[in-house]
């Protein structure tokens, strides 16, 4: 095997399928897992890391993030995929969208989409792509030609902008989406998605498995009702008021809508994003029983995993859905270990001090949705993972191997094995730390995370063999692609 460019020795590795780690070297050629064996030679002019007493992990394959949501997109993605390479993400899947944020522009993706690929071109130090948001009748049409063109198989739909702005009641939507006029976002316009999605479906049958909508399940009228009910009644505040504004059940009604559009219109490949409460999964696992013949997948953020709105260190936790209460939290942990939850992402968006907070840095209202989170998704996955029995190939495949199958990424992402690309993170199982917003290399200056103590830590990422971070430190500054899909 002398013509390999790195091994990566004496590592325990987590193999799919088995809780049991082996003790296993990692030969890399040309950015590929080209062998593993244990106690390979190490020829002269091949690059040696040595392992020893860390545990390999399949790098991160994080479904759900907002790069360039409130800062410019170039520069975003060069500061948060570092943060992707503190945690072990090594491939990046980003919401998109038009209307303001992002780009603040409406019109074809034809016009706007080359400009997100020429923002992020070369300034990400990990692999990265996009999901795109049909917002407009115009945008359907584009379907095929973004699966085609681009290799964007996943699209999504945010339910609850339909009478609801990005971070609470809104009067105007169409200003706020940039939709043409006499245009609604509304249920009539997902289901119209949902039939272009299954139209491109059929148009391209041998990636049709690999074509998927997510949706954004919450409901805009009971959103708006309850905001007003809570700011009303006064006796709440901070997150909890936030939860109880936009409570479980608006959920549930949102993934129960969604999923018999799925059923009105033969779309199979439905997931349900960022499910945060018992209610919610209640509800998905519900029309699942109820439509068998629709694929649904069910995505849980580690920010919901990991914190309460009562214990998140302050409104900086505002996030869409909210933050719950702990029970809902030890649900979704039930859900988990039960093997009902598909896959864990960050949400990360990238929110900083000065627009996260209204000039009441304590009215949950006035502020921002979103923070990041990418940084600490495989140290929370393992720490509270744990704790509760849950073994680390079930871990993996929480975090890479299930969304990268299921985004079109399985062939060449998500598992430790010959022939995949060598993403790869190293964790030190035996390291105990407390998160600090200032050691993040996100330019977000706080975390509702802080002063969590995580027992597990990252040491080293590989993005396709390429190390990335060393030691603890990011030692790159570019490197990382954008993935056309789905990958061969």
């Known amino acids: 095997m002398s013509d390999l460019d790195l091994i990566i020795k004496n590592a325990d590795v987590v193999v799919d399928g088995s809780d049991l780690t082996l003790q296993l070297d990692i030969g890399i050629r040309d950015g590929k897992i080209a062998v593993l064996a244990p106690d390979l030679p190490v020829e002269p002019g ?5 392992a020893s007493g860390r545990t390999a992990f399949p790098g991160v394959v994080d479904a ?12 975003d993605t060069a500061t948060e995929s570092r943060a992707c390479a503190q945690g072990g993400v090594t491939t990046a899947l980003n919401y998109m969208r038009t209307g303001q944020y992002y780009l603040n522009k409406g019109g074809s993706y034809a016009d706007f989409f080359p400009e997100v690929l020429a923002a992020t071109e070369g300034r990400s130090i990990v692999d990265y792509a996009f999901h795109l948001a049909p917002m407009s009748k115009g945008h359907i049409d584009e379907i095929p030609a973004l699966v085609k063109e681009h290799g964007v198989t996943s699209f999504k739909i945010f339910m609850f902008y339909g009478s609801h702005g990005l971070h609470g009641r809104s009067e105007d939507q169409r200003a706020f989406l940039m939709t043409p006029e006499g245009e609604r976002y509304d249920l009539a316009h997902f289901e119209f998605v949902m039939r272009g ?25 009971i959103m708006s009702a309850y905001t007003k009910l809570v700011e009303e009644d ?6 909890p008021a936030y939860s109880a504004s936009r409570p479980p059940h608006s959920e549930g009604l949102a993934v129960t809508i969604a999923s018999y559009l799925a059923h009105e219109t033969g779309l199979p490949t439905i997931n349900l994003l ?12 519900r029309m699942a029983e109820a439509f068998p013949h629709v694929d649904f997948r069910r995505e849980v953020t580690v920010g919901h995993l990991l914190a309460d ?10 996030v869409n859905p909210p933050l719950r209460p702990r029970e809902d939290v030890e649900a979704l942990w039930e859900h988990v270990l039960a093997g009902r939850i598909d896959w864990v992402v960050s949400d990360h968006a990238c929110c900083r001090d000065e627009q996260k907070f209204g000039e009441d840095r304590d009215d949950v209202f006035l502020a921002k949705s979103g923070f990041g989170g990418a940084e600490y998704l495989l ?12 073994g680390l190939d079930r871990i993996a495949r929480l975090t890479a191997t299930n969304p990268a199958e299921r985004y079109g990424l399985g062939a060449t992402k998500g598992a430790i094995r010959v022939g995949a690309d060598a993403d790869i993170a190293l964790v030190d199982m035996d390291h105990t730390w407390t998160v600090r917003a200032e050691d993040s290399e996100s330019t977000q200056e706080y975390t509702p995370f802080e002063g969590a103590e995580l027992t597990a ?17 990011v030692t790159a500054t570019s490197g990382g692609r954008y993935l056309a899909r789905p990958s061969a």
């Open 379 to 390: 140290a929370g996955m393992i720490t509270e993972g744990r704790k509760r029995g849950l």
């Open 457 to 473: 830590k990252v040491t080293d990422t590989f993005v396709r063999g390429r190390q990335v971070l060393t030691d603890g430190v």
């Open 309 to 318: 709105c009562d214990t998140a260190h302050g409104v900086g936790g505002k």
């Open 64 to 75: 759900h993030q907002h790069w360039g949501i409130y800062n410019p997109l170039p520069e």
């Open 234 to 239: 006064g006796s709440l505040s901070g997150l």
């Open 46 to 50: 091949v690059d040696l890391v040595d």
């Open 197 to 221: 999605v299954q139209a491109a479906r059929e148009q391209f049958p041998e990636m049709a498995d690999q074509i998927s909508l997510s949706l954004h399940c919450e409901t805009a009228e």
């Open 274 to 285: 960022h499910l945060t409460s018992r209610k919610a999964v209640d509800a998905a696992i």
